[in-house]
């Protein structure tokens, strides 16, 4: 029940996928989609950081990576962040796992995690939307004795639950520092600038905070 539980998050990410798309099938791509719903909802979507949306092949150099692919940013619905979306910059659509699965015609998955898969694939599967069934990246239930819901709900479930596809393909990829506090065997991997992150997804929704 707890991987159904788990692996469900990411049936409704379809969802809400098709969703967006259904809903404005003439706009130039996806991130005008969101453009387009948040005006359509005002404030109903904010920026979110995406560290863990922003891995980078192990080996590979970071800053070039990310050059060459583009930077993912994130959007979550707001107030509560129970649903997300994650667009690439550069080519302005969803990253989604959803991308790179196939369905026959009696509605039949294939995640064979078997199946060879491009390094674009392997991206798309990684740093994918996911479904959250905490309402923010803060919330705590002191009487369960939950530090953190996100965390316990939607963070932490990924080791145990995840699809076999998307635990294969995640081996070969990194996720970069958000602090600098990795122990000193970890020092060499990149910075990430979450503060930064959540800036460039409120731009684009045309949210400023503080003139700037």
Known sequence: MAKQTHQFRYYLDKSNNDALRNSYPTAKNDLERI?????????SLAGEKARFHNKYPK?????QYIKETGENIKFVTSPEFHSE??????TKSLVTQWNVYSMDDKGTI?????QQLTE?????IVDGNSVHYANNSTESHILNNIKNVHTSYDSNPVTTYDPQIRKVSSKGWMIPDADGTLKESLKDKPFFDVK?????????LGIVKNGK
């Open 35 to 43: 453009q387009k719903l948040n005006q359509d909802y005002p404030k």
């Open 59 to 63: 080996g590979s150099d970071y800053k």
């Open 85 to 90: 979306w994650i667009i690439n910059m550069k």
């Open 110 to 114: 294939n995640s064979d995690s078997k």
């Open 120 to 124: 674009q694939q392997q991206a798309q």
């Open 196 to 204: 930064r992150s959540k800036r460039l997804a409120d731009k684009e």
